[in-house]
């Protein structure tokens, strides 16, 4: 089989969209280069690689994030083909956090627990807390802010905020929303 025959080409469909696929893999030389044959041999173009040499799964494996973008129909026929060298594939999902939203939380954010608020934006489907900033200038006890900055897909920012509000109006937090487009 040649080169050309190998690496399928766009057929003028669907664009390419990004992946992400979380493996685990053995520590042993060659294993990573192992579990991105498939990829790049069923169309995918690689964007990025997270190796986590230092970290370790429960099974004592290397944990590696995959990011990838591929046609939406050849994405299966990847995950597929991975599992069939025998790459142990953790997690492989389609959608990816496009799109950051930041909010500000005023209020006794300590004293309403600070730590559950988190946990509970933390759950929403639609976002991922990638930062946080407290402010508390005057202890504990009294008024803090917090900045946080999430991590959303793309259209589902609306979902991230309806959790952030019910969390806010059960604790008694104010919310100040980024501002929003309004289209014509």
């Known amino acids: 089989m040649t080169e050309a025959e190998a690496v399928p080409e766009p057929d003028g469909g669907e664009q390419p969209k990004p ?11 060659g294993q990573l280069l192992d579990a ?10 690689l964007l990025s690689i997270f190796h986590e040499r230092g970290n370790r799964t429960p099974r004592g494996r290397i ?3 995959v990011d990838l973008e591929c046609p939406p129909d050849r994405f299966d ?4 083909a991975l599992r069939s060298e025998g790459v142990n594939v953790m997690q492989a999902g389609a959608e990816q956090y496009s ?7 005023v209020g006794h954010l300590v004293d309403s ?6 946990q509970r934006i933390e759950q929403c489907s639609s ?14 006890d009294e008024v803090s802010s917090a900045s946080l900055r999430l991590a ?8 991230a905020l309806d959790v952030i509000r019910t969390v806010a109006r059960e604790k008694d937090l104010h919310v100040i929303e980024p501002l929003t487009e309004v289209s014509p």
Do not use: M
Not at 39 to 44: F, H, L, T
């Open 19 to 29: 992946h992400t696929i979380r493996l685990e893999l053995a520590d042993e030389p």
């Open 36 to 45: 991105l044959r498939p990829i790049a041999e069923n169309g995918g173009n």
């Open 63 to 65: 944990p590696v994030e």
């Open 77 to 80: 026929t990847i995950v597929d």
């Open 99 to 105: 799109e950051t939203l930041t909010v500000i939380l």
């Open 113 to 118: 627990d600070l730590s559950d608020t988190l």
């Open 127 to 140: 976002a991922s807390l990638a930062d946080i900033s407290l402010n508390a200038p005057e202890g504990r």
């Open 152 to 159: 959303t897909y793309s259209g589902r920012t609306e979902d």
